[in-house]
């Protein structure tokens, strides 16, 4: 038995490996020569006879040539040369792809390369325009131009256009308008579908016997097509104009965030296409369609970020695949998603935007570099391909042009979306601190460009079901060339008409960088005190959670331990330093950048003596309790405080009234030191003025020895005559007023006299006295205004004669 079973081994063996050898030939020889034979011989029972040597020998791979020959009676014919030939079939397909993909970037290059042509016509536009020409080219000719099918659109083209949306999404702008943006993605596509399915449905049954077959499902599946703004098209011509971020960051999310809204219409009305009756149950189970759709795409994609993110924590040693898991765990997402029919376009979104920070701190900055313009580098690819093809597809595929239902499709998209984003900004204007102007809203109204996701949505329409679909087909290719042609050319003017705010070109520095996150800060400190559970609030939240718990499983090293201003600074510095390598600007580093910067982005590994020491826990500590501590510490609070729940406080009429009182009074004390202690400057007086300040001050105007016209007059200070009692206004020069000086004024020179007192029921202030008559104001006047003083002459003495 055992000698037997060795026997039949190697036939054994052969059988098994028989269907993976090449040639149909010798596979079925392999299975008719290894079939055993099952005998009874006596003195066996039950053994395996194996088959004839020489049948083996025949099915040998070495004489597999020898054999086909024998079979066919003749040989192949020989050829000129055993090696050339012309096999084109054989590399047909991935031969016509590159030249399709070449084409494209040539095209793309030509487009930047004529820069007046750039500064008109859009890049989409011109990518159309090819596809038509060569679609034409194609015809003539006598072949079949190529049709881009929905499936290599969903499959192939749409997702790195996605990805790199998403990957490199504006997060901080994304979620301060997150309100804004969904308002537009979900109402307004449900806004403008139901509009336009419903107005199209009472053009169908007034336009003709054409259109009456036309029932109101066809019409609202046909109003969930054209009604999303796609995001393909806007992308390409925002990012053209280089408009605002704000405006930018709305209608490119919009365009994101309205797939989940356009698959679950498209789905639900295709299905209910199929039902002899729509019940109420089935528009319920629609309904949460929607949440199913949008929530499931978005829970698809954050599971696949996670695990994108915690498997990069190990790629330390292999930082040749890194790159890699980021698209393979991407596209697994979407791909996921498409399977149970929910939103692979949520679902790429959220796996880029999920696992970038953390696959960030993980990878290398070469990988980082990598993924970076690969993402690029294929999304441009592929929109460049997606304008081309419904070019191709307008020449080649077969359509039916309807004036009345063609020209009523343009029309209500247009009336359906300004309407929209009127009434939706005249209720989101109510809630948002930043208001959307008119300028805005038009902008709005004016950039919501319909594209290929449209145009590929319509060609999986069946004809069985949907015999119109022709008809649909050319209405969205006329909306198409409409909005990408006519609005995407225009909108360009229309911004520098209306003087719309363009894209800050410079980057922000590290000192914007920190005051931003310092406001922050602020900001969730004052929403603590006052008691208010905002937008700062749950972002500190989150962060708080993804700080202790999170980034501990998914950053690999001390990176997950490490200050946040200090991974912050080394961050910002580490962008600085490869900008300036990728610059050519290397010899030219300023002083601010450290040596652990250029340590990083060289290839080379310095010596573990030239690198910068680590950060003793001593200073880490100190670092965290002054920057930390003192900012965070508004979370540990007791109580929260509010305006309206504070005791009023009973003494705080009193002191308000005190403390107007008291201002009025140093506003009078002001006015009298204005009105009485202004004294010309630069200017010789009159003996009388001059007697007047050296009796205020005897220690400051000492008489001169030698001048003994002056008379010394001594006052005391606590008199009532005294100069800080007297009136100036009062003072009458001699001679003045018509009359002659008496010998008694002679005698005694300035009559000082004091201030009468006023009455009691007088205000001091605003009471006109005595001095304020017309001839005492002129007196102040000249007293504090003496004019411009005459300029000695030439070769005049500075001190005159007599003095």
């Not at 002899?276 to 599971?303: C, H, K, N």
């Not at 330093?577 to 990083?600: C, D, H, M, R």
Request: net charge neutral; proline share 7%; with cysteine.
């Amino acid at each position: 038995m055992g000698a037997a079973a060795l026997r039949a081994l190697p036939w054994a063996l052969l059988l098994l490996l028989g269907p993976l050898l090449p040639g149909q030939r010798l596979q079925a020889d392999a299975t008719r020569v290894s079939e055993p034979t099952w005998e009874q011989p006596w003195g066996e029972p039950g053994g395996i006879t194996a088959a004839p040597l020489a049948t083996a020998q025949e099915v040998h791979p070495l004489n597999k040539q020898h054999h086909n020959h024998s079979a066919e009676g003749h040989p192949k014919p020989r050829k000129a040369f055993p090696v050339l030939g012309i096999d084109y079939s054989h590399v047909r397909i991935p031969f016509e792809i590159s030249l399709w993909i070449l084409l494209a970037c040539l095209m793309k290059m030509g487009f930047h390369v004529m820069s007046s042509v750039s500064k008109v016509v859009p890049e989409s536009c011109l990518l159309i325009v090819v596809g038509l020409l060569v679609g034409g080219l194609i015809k003539a000719v006598g072949e079949k131009p190529p049709i881009l099918k929905s499936d290599i659109f969903f499959l192939f083209l749409l997702p790195p256009i996605i990805l790199d949306a998403g990957y490199f999404l504006p997060l901080r702008q994304f979620t301060e308008n997150l309100g804004t943006i969904l308002i537009f993605a979900v109402v307004g596509t449900l806004w403008n579908a139901f509009f336009l399915g419903g107005l199209m449905y009472a053009v169908c049954q007034i336009g003709g016997s054409g259109l009456n077959h036309i029932g109101l499902l066809a019409n609202l599946l046909f109003g969930s097509i054209i009604s999303a703004v796609d995001p393909v098209a806007v992308p390409a011509v925002f990012e053209e104009i280089h408009i605002n971020e704000l405006l930018h960051i709305l209608v490119f999310g919009e365009s994101l965030l309205n797939d989940a809204v356009t698959v679950v219409l498209y789905h639900l009305f295709e299905e209910f296409a199929n039902f002899e009756q729509v019940t109420i149950i089935d528009m319920v189970l629609g309904f949460l369609s929607f949440f199913v759709a949008s929530l499931g795409g978005v829970f698809v994609g954050v599971i696949y970020g996670l695990i994108a993110a915690f498997t990069s924590r190990f790629t330390s040693n292999i930082r040749v695949i890194e790159p890699l898991f980021v698209f393979l765990y991407s596209y697994m997402a979407y791909l996921s998603a498409e399977i149970f029919h929910l939103s692979g376009i949520m679902a790429l979104i959220a796996s880029g935007v999920v696992m970038r920070p953390y696959v960030e701190a993980n990878i290398s900055h070469k990988s980082h570099t990598t993924i970076k313009y690969f993402l690029k580098m294929w999304s441009s690819v592929s929109e460049t391909l997606i304008f081309i093809f419904p070019g191709v597809s307008t020449v080649a595929g077969q359509h039916y042009w309807n004036w009345t239902f063609v020209i009523s499709t343009l029309l209500f998209c247009l009336i359906a979306r300004v309407l929209g984003v009127l009434v939706l900004t005249w209720f989101i204007n109510k809630f948002r601190i930043v208001k959307l102007t008119p300028k805005d809203q038009f902008i709005i109204a004016y950039g919501g460009l319909r594209g290929a996701i449209a145009f590929s949505l319509c060609y999986l329409l069946d004809y069985e079901h949907f015999n119109m679909r022709d008809m649909f087909l050319t209405a969205i290719i006329t909306v198409i060339f409409f909005t990408v042609f006519v609005q995407g050319m225009t909108i360009r003017p229309l911004v520098d008409l209306l003087a719309v705010k363009k894209k800050q070109e410079t980057k922000r520095s590290i000192n914007e960088e920190i005051h931003t996150q310092f406001l922050d800060h602020l900001l969730t400190g004052i929403e603590d005190i006052c008691g208010h559970y905002g937008h700062h609030h749950w972002k500190d939240k989150l962060n708080r959670f993804n700080k202790k718990y999170v980034k501990k499983c998914l950053i690999a090293g001390e990176r997950s331990k490490e200050p946040q201003l200090i991974a912050f600074y080394h961050k910002m510095e580490m962008k600085q330093a490869i900008e300036l390598v990728e610059s050519g600007g290397l010899g030219k580093i300023p002083s601010t950048i450290s040596a652990v910067s250029i340590q990083n982005i060289s290839p080379k590994t310095l010596p573990d003596s030239n690198a910068l020491s680590a950060l003793s826990k001593d200073k880490e500590d100190e670092i965290r309790k002054i920057l930390r501590s003192n900012l965070q510490k508004t979370r540990q609070r007791l109580r929260s405080y509010n305006w309206h729940t504070l005791v009023a406080d009973p003494y705080e009429d009193v002191w308000n009234q005190m403390l107007m009182k008291r201002q009025k009074m140093q506003q009078a004390e002001l006015q009298l030191q204005n009105a009485y202690l202004t004294v010309p400057a630069n200017r010789i007086d009159s003996p009388t003025m001059s007697r007047a300040r050296i009796g205020s001050d005897p220690l400051a105007y000492e008489p001169k020895p030698d001048s003994e016209n002056l008379p010394i007059i001594t006052i005391d200070p606590a008199s009532p005559q005294s100069p800080e009692s007297m009136d100036l206004s009062n003072e009458v020069p001699k001679g003045c007023g018509g009359l002659p000086p008496s010998p008694e004024e002679d005698e005694e020179g300035l009559v000082m006299r004091p201030k009468e007192p006023s009455s009691p029921g007088t205000d001091d202030v605003f009471t006109p006295g005595t001095s304020d008559s017309p001839s005492s104001q002129r007196m102040l006047r000249c007293l504090s205004d003496p004019g411009p003083r005459q300029e000695p002459e030439e070769g005049e003495p500075f001190i005159p004669k007599g003095q």
